[in-house]
């Protein structure tokens, strides 16, 4: 008797927990990859990636019948306008769960325009602060159109993946939106957002593909948008933070000035030294990095590939730096290393939340080659590595 009585107690109770009625079904939802913005006609135009669910769900190869995204786009006095435009013509509900980027165009980072964009994610409870930002010059929507190569699935590419490709090249420094509030609302309260471009360097037997590219840096401030660093004069960058997993510099072996050589560099390790002085403040640079040899031909020696290494690698960061000072940019954070390092002399010395900087500002930059790998001899022709003498 009490058997049966414990037993439709606990039947009467499973009654009253919750279930699921309220939950919709995966494939009753569009999942959003990513966001385009564009500022046009005192307008924001905002493109909603939508990715597909079999793309998602099933494997990296997407399905070869169906398409890989579709974009919406909308026009609004606020994102937020823009975006419930977008919901009316949505047949599905819209999740923002895996939204991996937000890309801007220029008109779209002046006047401060990307604060309350940026605001409105960060506060919107369905989205995460682990969102990749991006910024171009190109129409927004042709972006967000490109497909991977070899038509992989858009959560792949990229720019929704920004840390595979950088391993084997950091040209520039993936940014979050996380990252780019702390960059914000810290000192110098500016901040790198990496700048994507379409390039057409890949084909098939058919045509050329268009890829995204990076291709240098946009940087932010609390005022507004400062401008771009682009191609080459954006190079210094990667070897002033220690995100930096592998880069390469080129250049001419000094033995007959004809002969170029591309060397990796890994290992990256940067120190950057405040010295304040009396009313001015300069900052030492100390590096420290590891080089491979690619293809040469030739004899060269230890000695000359590091003094090249450490000419090159100076003259990228110096030339960037300027880059930087024609824009008003602290490219590097310096402001902040001092204030992490002295925060007396940061205040007495900071105007508008950065310390003001001059060509002469970075005083000295030590470069160790800490160990040169001459890779694989193929060739008789190899690198004179200077050997340490047992009997020393």
């Not at 079999?54 to 606020?78: C, F, H, L, M």
């Not at 992989?152 to 084997?168: A, D, F, V």
Request: hydrophobic share 35%; glycine share 4%; charged share 30%.
């Amino acid at each position: 008797m009490k058997t049966t009585f414990k037993f439709i107690v606990m039947i009467f109770l499973t009654t009253l927990l919750a279930g699921c009625w309220d939950i919709t079904e995966p494939q009753r939802m569009y999942y959003i990859n990513a966001v385009g913005v564009d500022f046009v006609d005192d307008e924001y135009e905002v493109y909603l990636q939508i990715i597909n669910f079999a793309d998602v769900a099933k494997s990296v190869q997407p399905s070869s019948n169906a398409e890989p995204a579709e974009i919406g786009r909308a026009k609004g006095r606020t994102v937020e306008e823009a975006i419930y435009k977008l919901y009316r013509s949505s047949d599905q509900q819209i999740f923002w769960g895996h939204m991996r980027y937000i890309i801007f165009s220029e008109s779209a980072l002046e006047n401060e325009r990307f604060i309350p964009v940026i605001d409105t994610f960060i506060r919107f409870r369905d989205t995460r602060y682990h969102i990749w930002m991006y910024c171009t010059k190109d129409p927004v929507h042709d972006v967000l159109l490109v497909s991977p190569i070899l038509k992989n699935s858009l959560s792949s590419s990229k720019l929704s993946n920004p840390i595979n490709p950088t391993e084997q090249e950091t040209f520039v420094e993936p940014k979050n939106l996380r990252e780019i509030v702390i960059g914000l609302n810290e000192p110098n309260h500016e901040v790198t957002v990496p700048y994507v471009s379409i390039r057409k360097d890949w084909q098939t037997d058919e045509e050329n593909v268009e890829e995204t590219y990076f291709s240098g840096v946009g940087i932010l401030s609390k005022d507004g948008f400062k401008g771009f660093v682009k191609d080459e004069a954006a190079r210094g960058n990667q070897w002033m933070h220690n995100y930096t997993n592998r880069g390469e510099i080129t250049f001419k072996l000094r033995t007959d000035g004809k002969e170029e050589l591309t060397v990796s560099i890994d290992k990256l390790q940067v120190k950057k030294i405040p010295v304040v002085n009396k009313e001015e403040v300069y900052f030492d640079v100390e590096l420290q990095l590891r080089a491979t040899v690619n293809g040469f031909k030739g004899k060269v020696s230890e000695k000359e590939l590091k003094k090249q290494i450490i000419k090159e690698v100076k003259k990228e960061i110096r030339q960037t730096y300027n880059e930087g000072l024609k824009l008003d940019v602290d490219i590097f954070r310096l402001s902040e290393v001092l204030y992490r390092d002295n925060v007396k002399a940061w205040k007495r010395l900071e105007t508008d939340g950065k310390i003001p900087l001059q060509e002469n500002s970075i005083r000295k930059i030590s470069i160790d080659v800490s160990q040169i790998n001459p890779g694989r001899k193929t060739f008789s022709e190899i690198i004179k590595i200077k050997r340490p003498d047992p009997s020393e």
